[in-house]
């Protein structure tokens, strides 16, 4: 009996020396402890953001040894950053056993296209190009909320800029501290590896500490012995001593708030639960309606009277005592303003009107038309601006969003009648053609639409 206990208790023991190590969970019952999906992560992540930190800083070695010696621009370490950080959130979905839907393959596809305007274009000599890295910025951002299958009613709708909002500022600082748990999870699974083969970790050391002397004596040999082997060696000695100096140090720091704010926006991506839809909360149709109707009442009146005006301001042009940029910039801005406000009236009442009845329809609409009336105006302005003075960066930029906002609201206005997802298209609409106009070389023939005009 005493044998048989003396043999189950050696094989115990020898389980537990074999067995892999594994560190304990963490005791606050919140979040998961790191594991290796986490360490991988960690690691592109240290590397994109080095990447990210070298396109805005030219101090790093990456910067002046790679990129600058190799005359390829800064845009393409943001084409690098984009692509290592589409493959750490593939790699991290796979990881996490999180199937690739097909919605994410269209953010991606309109990822790659932007990060890839920066290396076929000159970004420095384009106006348009904070523009399109705001629009990366989101767009990527949105990938990984969509890879994730974390989009609030899991479609695109009115609500995806609460999910862009929540991933851009609440997520990557809500865990912030998530690296440095992923590297000391790391840490701990090492150590506790090392105990378990503590014997061999120890001769290793002390083969590399008696080899030492021997290999210094045979590093001085190879030095006198080749001259180039000298220069490298001499090369290396100031850049080891630039990672100690002030810069070093700052450049290691910045690297890693990059990392961990990259690390919890990923982290806290696929960790948090997909966000419940919010209730509506329904209100009378009476108080919207009296809210609505003073607005109508209000643009009825404005288009009456401008209406009446039109032909005393085109008079008072060809007499040339009213110039016509006066004409064309007078209330321009204000009438923009107005159309996002009207948006801001519809998307509310819609909210909390989710089955509107015959009249609120009827006086939504109304708003619609005459939000795009409005829209019409603001166009007519600028185009006669244009045809006066030619083109400028501003002029297209602010031409094509009112165009964009033009087929919101009919869209918009669409949906009060039939029951379909307006925002989704005017978005996806919105999203190609600034592609297209970025892609366009705007500078190219905006100088060749002011030479044949002048």
Known sequence: MKEELIQTENREEEKTEQAPATVPAETDGKLPLPGKAEWVLAALILAAAYIYYSCWMPVTWLRQKVVDQMGIGWQWLLFGFTCLFVAAGLIYARMKKQAVNRGSLIYLALTGAAALWFV???????????????????????????????????????????????????????????????????????????????DQFRQALLGVLLSIPVLCIVLLLLVRADSSFARAIDGLLPRLANLFSVSG???????????????????????????????????????LGGFLVMFVALYLIFFIIKLLAVPESLAQIAQGTLLTSTYARDGFFELCAIAFINFLIFSVIKWYSPDPGLMMKAALSILGVQTLAFICLAFSKMGLYIDTYGLTFKRVFTSWFMAVLFLTFVLLVGEIWKKFNGVRIAVMTGAVTFLILAYSNMPAWMAAYNAALH
């Open 120 to 198: 076929i274009y000159q970004p420095d000599d384009q106006p348009i190009m904070p523009y399109v890295f705001l629009f990366l910025s989101c767009v990527a951002v949105y990938w990984l909320t969509v890879l994730a299958g974390k989009q609030r009613g899991g479609c695109l709708d009115a609500r995806a800029p609460g999910d862009l909002g929540r991933g851009l500022f609440y997520l990557p600082f809500a865990y912030f501290g998530r690296w440095w748990a992923a590297l000391a999870s790391l840490a701990g699974r090492l150590t506790h590896s090392r105990q378990a083969h503590r």
């Open 249 to 287: 140090w700052l450049t290691a720091v910045l690297v890693v708030l990059i990392a961990m704010y990259l690390f919890g926006m990923f982290y806290g991506t696929f960790y948090e639960k997909r966000p419940e839809a919010e209730k509506r909360v329904r209100l009378p149709q009476a108080f």
